[in-house]
Antibody
Framework: QMQLVESGGGVVQPGGSLRLSCGAS????????IHWLRQAPGKGLEWVAF????????RYADSVKGRFSISRDNSKDTLHLEMNSLRAEDTAVYYC????????WGQGTLVIVSS | DIVMTQTPLSLPVTPGQPASISCKSS???????????LYWYLQRPGQPPQLLIS???NRFSGVPDRFSGSGAGTDFTLKISRVEAEDVGVYYC?????????FGQGTKVEIK
């Protein structure tokens, strides 16, 4: 059964850092592009970042460019999102989702940026 | 960025009756390859979004045939032929013809 499981969320102060992970199972992770998307509390969906199946192609939303970094380890079926210089407006549930466009999403992990 | 605008934002529905959601894009989503890069998602309460329709009108795996997508250029519609209780949630349209992919604001469908 296909699964994407996000982890690493929590409460962090403004200016702080957090590393999110997304573990995959039930499909050949190394063959699929992956996205990070987010949803602020009570709000709509926002695309955050993309990484190609082999890790060579990466794209970022303007709102996170220079602060967030996406990476993957295909030997461990794992995706990461390194988030630095966090701001209150980064508070959201963060989802990883496979394929382009996203066709299967994980359950998400909540990031709260607050002092 | 391409702006996606959905109407209505709230849609009370009666089970067994049809329902329709509109989505308009600020630029054409018709690519030179002939495909229209418009997608529909449903986010049920407490759940992540799930893909319903890809490339304008293709139902994703396992999606009931009461869901259909149509439209052209910049105007699109998601139709539910006969609403069921499990169809409640927020529906989003999304474009991917241009980076970054962008979403509509969402349409909340609830049972009357």
């Amino acid at each position: 059964q296909m699964q994407l499981v996000e982890s690493g969320g929590g409460v962090v102060q403004p200016g702080g850092s957090l590393r999110l992970s997304c573990g995959a199972s039930g499909f050949t992770f190394s063959r699929h592009d992956i996205h990070w998307l987010r949803q602020a509390p009570g709000k709509g969906l926002e695309w955050v970042a993309f990484i190609g199946y082999d890790g060579r192609k990466k794209r970022y939303a303007d709102s996170v460019k220079g602060r967030f970094s996406i990476s993957r380890d295909n030997s461990k079926d794992t995706l990461h999102l390194e988030m630095n210089s966090l701001r209150a407006e980064d508070t959201a549930v963060y989802y990883c989702a496979k394929n382009d466009p996203p066709d299967y999403w994980g359950q998400g992990t909540l990031v709260i940026v607050s002092s | 960025d391409i702006v996606m605008t959905q109407t209505p934002l709230s849609l009370p529905v009666t089970p067994g009756q049809p329902a329709s959601i509109s989505c308009k894009s600020s630029q054409s989503l018709l690519h030179s390859d002939g495909k229209t890069y418009l997608y529909w998602y449903l986010q049920r309460p407490g759940q992540p979004p799930q893909l319903l329709i890809s490339e304008l009108s293709n139902r994703f795996s396992g999606v009931p045939d009461r869901f259909s997508g149509s439209g052209a250029g910049t105007d699109f519609t998601l139709k539910i032929s006969r609403v069921e209780a499990e169809d409640v949630g927020v529906y989003y349209c999304m474009q991917s013809i241009q980076r970054p992919p962008t979403f509509g604001q969402g349409t909340k469908v609830e049972i009357k």
